[in-house]
């Protein structure tokens, strides 16, 4: 079964890819956060890390509505869902902890 979960996190995180906008724009964003960064620190994490939520929960609904989805990719959207929440809680707090 643990095998499985971790099955259903790889998928989730390789269909990613799929749902980024084209080419152009992505470059544009990364070229954005970078300066962000640069200049903000934590404030480019913060928004890099919301980027990749929206993204992978996107991948993670791609599958269908909650009925359809098997045990396995929940627990999995569970798992990759807690660990990015506390990411985003972190930078959020160390953000504005930050704030000049």
């Known amino acids: ?6 099955q259903e996190v790889l998928d989730i995180l ?3 890819p799929y749902y980024l906008p084209g080419t152009q ?5 990364v070229i954005f956060l970078a300066i962000l960064t640069y200049f ?3 404030l480019g994490f913060l928004l890099f890390f919301i980027i990749v939520t929206v993204l992978i929960a ?5 599958a269908g ?9 929940v627990i999995a959207g569970v798992l990759l869902g807690g660990v990015i929440l506390f990411i985003d809680l972190y930078f959020l707090v160390t953000t504005f902890a ?3």
């Open 1 to 6: 079964m643990l095998h499985a979960i971790w």
């Open 25 to 29: 724009i992505t470059i544009g964003i």
């Open 40 to 42: 903000r620190g934590r």
């Open 14 to 16: 390789s269909a990613v």
């Open 98 to 100: 930050d704030w000049r």
């Open 58 to 62: 996107t991948s993670f609904f791609s």
């Open 65 to 73: 509505d909650f009925y359809s989805m098997t045990f396995e990719r």
